[in-house]
């Protein structure tokens, strides 16, 4: 029961940090775009990253991360496998809080599986390590920000060509960004379609889910021509207003993609916190058996919602405002092709396997559109801040669970 207990308190310590760091992939950009203002964009981030975590985070999640250990090592050892989660939740989550206080965009799952190696390689095996995947992770911290950048790129460049540097970009926003949000819809469909929505009883094939997809694309499409048909503008010829009109047709698409990002964010991130949680719950509930999964207990999803809604909400300012006002500037058409960029790579990831960070998906996605504006754009002593901090996520996490772990064994005298 203690053990238990204390894997829920450094559980909810965990989700407390994804949500004060990792909300910001949502809603960075809209607060940057001024679409949403920052007390806004918490409050739309709590319902969705809640609706998320709790609606389609799954019902049955894997006990080891991505797979990045070997559960064989354990057998003999359950008491270490328990401890080494709970000091890998403790370390993860601590590292976290500390980020977002200095307002760095770090990775949660680097983070999390960071700390698990750690533990594993000093306290266990070294063999015990699926090093090649650690190799996929660190090489993916290249991959992924170039792959949403070039997408973002491309969308922006698209959006400049097809509307703002045309005669009339007002009529010409009013034709297309009802594709733009159908083609939003699409994505972001996918990217909770995919992450799974058995937790609510809805298990689709792999068509079924496409043709949802586009269902909801057709809906939104059309939901959106109806509301941009109703909006007012500022009737003028003057360029500068006709491109306020035109990013005020944005500004809704900016609060439609950030509801559905921080939705797929809360159903899928919320698993770096209830993943080691739940392997610590099934092993001790099981008398020492480990399993490749466990079905959650009732308890557990709601703990990780609520951690990540609070954390959201006393720390989620520092890295909005990274993101969204200290990378580039941004306006809602710019900040619209950086989201949905980002979902897009989160999409491909999905289906080729890439393991995947949404903060570095996002921050990559900003730097292609401030590199379409020129380097000049953007602000390099940041981007090197935020480098730096994603190269020393893995060993802070491995350092801090490594000293947590020995001091748990110690604790509980545990050889």
Not at 72 to 90: H, K, N, Q, W
Not at 197 to 204: A, E, P, Q
């Amino acid at each position: 029961m203690i053990l238990i207990i204390m894997a829920a308190v450094v559980g909810f310590i965990m989700a407390w940090g994804i949500g004060a760091n990792d909300v910001a992939n949502a809603m960075g950009t809209s607060v940057g775009s001024k679409a949403l203002t920052i007390k806004q964009a918490i409050f739309i981030a709590m319902i969705f990253e809640f609706a998320g975590a709790y609606l389609a985070g799954g019902e049955v999640t894997s006990t080891i991360r991505k797979g990045i250990i070997d559960p064989l090592y354990f057998t003999e050892r359950p008491d270490l496998l328990v401890l080494g989660m709970i000091a890998s939740l403790l370390a993860a989550g601590i590292w976290l809080g500390l980020a977002s206080w200095l307002g760095w965009p770090v990775s949660t799952t680097h983070s999390i599986i960071g700390a698990i190696i750690g533990f594993t390689a000093t306290g266990v095996s070294m063999d015990a390590v699926s090093w090649d995947k650690v190799g996929g992770i660190v090489g993916s911290w290249i991959v992924t920000p170039a792959i949403s950048g070039v997408i973002a790129y491309l969308i922006f460049m698209s959006a400049q060509k097809l509307i703002f540097s045309t005669p009339t970009p007002l009529a010409n926003a009013k034709r297309y960004v009802p594709f733009y949000m159908g083609l939003a819809g699409f994505v972001m469909s996918l990217v909770t379609i995919k992450k799974g929505l058995t937790h609510i009883g809805l298990t689709l094939s792999p068509v079924g889910g496409y043709l949802l997809a586009i269902g909801i694309a057709v809906l939104l499409g059309i939901m959106g021509k109806w509301l941009i048909g109703r909006m007012s503008y500022t009737q003028s010829h003057d360029a500068d207003l006709q491109t306020a009109n035109v990013e005020k047709v944005f500004a809704i698409l900016m609060v439609v993609t950030a509801c559905c990002m921080a939705f797929a964010h809360g159903s899928n991130d919320v698993a770096n916190a209830i993943g080691p949680l739940a392997a610590v719950v099934s092993v001790v509930s099981s008398g020492g058996q480990i399993n490749a999964s466990s079905t959650l207990a009732p308890w557990i999803l709601p703990l990780g919602g609520l951690g990540i809604v609070a954390g959201l909400a006393l720390f989620g300012h520092r890295v909005i405002k990274t993101i969204g006002q200290g990378i580039t500037h941004l306006t809602p058409s710019r900040g619209f092709a950086a989201e949905l960029a980002a979902a897009c790579t989160v999409v491909i990831a999905s289906g080729t396997g890439l393991p995947i960070s949404t903060t570095q998906t996002l921050v990559g996605a900003v730097l292609g559109v401030g590199m379409a504006r020129g380097v000049s754009a953007l602000n390099l002593g940041i981007v090197r801040n935020i480098v730096v901090s994603w190269v020393i996520t893995l060993p802070a996490g491995a350092i801090l669970s490594i000293i947590f772990f020995f001091m748990l064994k110690g604790v509980f005298g545990v050889a």
